[in-house]
């Protein structure tokens, strides 16, 4: 079955560092999501990608969808304390109806 | 405001027993899922529903049931035969249009533990 590959796992950062985190797809996707969950809550929507090529911002976050629409990354310009929590990528292959596929997520920790 | 309930927030199950989670919402999406998560995994899909009266098995369907006779309604129930039920569960709706275009909203979940 399709599978997403999200890279890396966990992250530790010092405040004001930029990080960048990715996944890459083993088949193709019409649509990337970005997702940020805090502890105990539901994942908040970040960033939406409809377009191969796509550059997204949202404040300090930014997105694109590959070109070759198998991978995405979100970057995070000068973290803060309250970037922490577990990022997941998301995605959609190329076919009506079909669910979305998650990342196991990426873990940012960062330290004032 | 309009979003997305999930109720309890926290549910203990006995073994051998059948729970229901109870999954609201109010912002008029057709579509409706139902994810599992695990520690250190990305979150699994169980079921979904793109309408009323009609749902879908997603990736790991048994041990658990759905029903959709409202439209703003979703609740999942998690039966005896699910062995290992211990975990955050998370519904989610999405707009209206084509599936494949539409970000889905979350809830802040459920966790359920066996007693």
């Known amino acids: 079955g399709q599978q997403l590959n999200q890279s890396p796992q966990s992250m530790f950062i010092q405040e004001g560092e930029d990080v960048s985190m990715n996944c890459t797809s083993s088949?193709?996707?019409?649509?990337w999501l970005w997702y940020k969950q805090d502890p105990g809550e539901g994942p908040v929507l970040l960033i939406a990608?409809?377009?191969?090529?796509e550059l997204t911002s949202n404040g300090r976050l930014t997105a694109q969808f590959g070109i070759t629409r198998k991978d995405s990354f979100l970057n995070i310009s000068a973290s803060i304390p309250s970037d922490v929590g577990i990022y997941f990528c998301?995605?959609?292959?190329?076919?009506?109806?079909?669910?979305?596929?998650f990342g196991k997520g990426t873990t940012l920790s960062v330290s004032s | 405001d309009g979003g997305i309930t999930q109720s309890p927030k926290y549910l203990f199950r006995k073994e051998g027993q059948n729970v229901t989670l109870s999954c609201e919402q109010n912002?008029?999406?057709?579509?409706m899922y139902w994810y599992r998560q695990d520690p250190g995994q990305g979150l699994r899909l169980i079921y979904y529903?793109?309408?009323?009266?009609?749902?879908q098995k997603g990736d790991i369907a048994e041990g658990y049931s759905v029903s959709r006779e409202k439209k703003e309604s979703f609740p999942l129930t998690v039966t005896s035969a699910q062995k290992n039920p211990t975990a955050f569960y998370l519904c989610?709706?999405?707009?209206?249009?084509?599936?494949?275009?539409?970000?889905?909203?979350f809830g802040d979940g459920t966790r359920l533990s066996i007693l």
């Open positions: 989610a709706s999405s707009r209206p249009g084509t599936p494949g275009n539409q970000p889905q909203h």
């Open positions: 088949s193709i996707f019409n649509t």
């Open positions: 990608l409809y377009k191969a090529g």
């Open positions: 998301a995605g959609r292959a190329n076919q009506a109806g079909t669910a979305l596929i």
């Open positions: 912002l008029n999406h057709d579509a």
């Open positions: 529903s793109q309408i009323v009266n009609d749902f």
